[in-house]
């Protein structure tokens, strides 16, 4: 836009580059060819995931060796997840971006474990270090889910109904689950076995049942980012059905939970940074309703190994970072080091509508 010496508006340019690139649209057939190259498609789905997240905290002493302290399995059977995705691109190059959530709700069970002899005799010898001696479960809750994900992929041309396309994926996930009520069974303390040390959690002579009422007893809120490279496989079955096939490898992961254990009032930060930590594969459909329009179907197996990082604790509720103490200790001159532990697996099936815009 121009000023007149005598400060209006004027029009003239703008108007002249409109009427300029009005007549080389309609002039110009090369560009509507060119466009061509130029693709982009919407697609709403809604995927069914059946998963398990898994928090860990180990004692090391001396690097004598890993023990388990406590294990949290956290389910999600089934999640419900809607998402909504675009993708873009020119020939052979594609971008897309995808954006879901978790509807909120009961979603299986959340299990307990402690091996209270790690914790009172870390130097127990291994067979009792073993005996899990507190259970409890409780129902696990979705609070929230949000999960915000980016590919960039590249199809080359294998044979008229063949491509292969490699790709890279970066995802941000921001999740929050709590444990309703508990019920299970502990070891009685007071009284050891002629070992002198603790038994089993059902130990039919010496463990008390543990009842609690539906109130919330565990929050676990986790932030992880990860990175992938794959490659994904696509073939026309049929004039109207493709399938589609990929595999990818877990490049980086960053994740970072808290881990709030609401009755005792005691509070965990935990933080895990690992690279090449996991796989996922999946297999997709894609029937077509008209040249636009698509009806796909889903299958996807996600596994990531357990992945050791930093334990931290504070005494108080919305601790700020600099106020979480490390767990680990030195007791007579001997160090105890605890660290944390992460691991993941799911299955997904996914139903969604795809529209081709060009």
């Not at 960053?254 to 297999?283: C, M, P, R, W």
């Not at 001997?334 to 996914?350: A, H, L, N, P, V």
Request: net charge negative.
């Amino acid at each position: 836009m121009t000023r007149n010496k005598d400060g209006r508006t004027g029009h003239s340019k703008p108007l002249f580059l409109l009427v300029f690139a009005l007549f080389y649209l309609l002039t110009c057939p090369n560009l509507y060819a060119n466009a061509s190259d130029f693709h982009f498609s919407v697609e709403a789905d809604v995927t069914l995931r059946l998963a398990e997240q898994g928090e860990y905290v180990f004692l090391n002493v001396d690097s004598a060796g890993r023990r388990t302290l406590s294990y949290l399995e956290w389910e999600q059977k089934p999640l419900f997840m809607p998402r909504a995705k675009v993708s873009a691109g020119w020939k052979n190059l594609y971008i897309s971006a995808s954006a879901r959530t978790a509807i909120p709700a009961r979603c299986g069970s959340v299990f307990d474990s402690d091996w209270m002899n790690v914790s009172e005799f870390p130097n127990c010898p291994d067979e009792y270090a073993s005996i899990k001696t507190n259970f409890t479960e409780s129902d696990c809750k979705t609070n929230y889910y949000y999960e915000f994900s980016g590919e960039l992929s590249y199809m080359f041309k294998v044979a008229d109904s063949l491509s292969f396309s490699p790709f890279a994926e970066l995802s941000y996930v921001h999740s929050s689950f709590s444990a309703i009520g508990a019920d299970g069974s502990y070891y009685n303390k007071n009284q050891h076995e002629s070992n002198g040390y603790y038994g089993y959690y059902n130990d039919a002579d010496s463990s008390y049942d543990i009842e609690m009422s539906g109130d919330e007893v565990l929050s676990l809120e986790r932030i992880v980012i990860q990175a992938w490279l794959g490659g994904r496989f696509n073939m026309g079955i049929t004039t109207k059905l493709d399938m589609g096939f990929s595999l990818a490898m877990n490049l980086w992961t960053f994740a970072q939970s808290l881990d709030s254990h609401l009755v005792t009032g005691v509070y965990y930060l935990d933080e895990f940074e690992d690279n090449f930590g996991g796989i996922k594969a999946g297999v997709d459909f894609a029937y077509k309703l008209s040249k636009k329009d698509k009806l796909v179907f889903a299958a996807e197996c996600t596994a990531i190994q357990t992945l050791e990082g930093t334990s931290k604790s504070a005494n108080h509720e919305n601790a700020s970072y600099d106020e979480y103490f490390d767990c680990s200790y030195w007791y007579n001159g001997r160090y105890y080091k605890c660290t944390s532990g992460f691991d993941f697996s799911s299955i997904e099936f996914t139903l969604g509508y795809r529209h081709v815009f060009n």
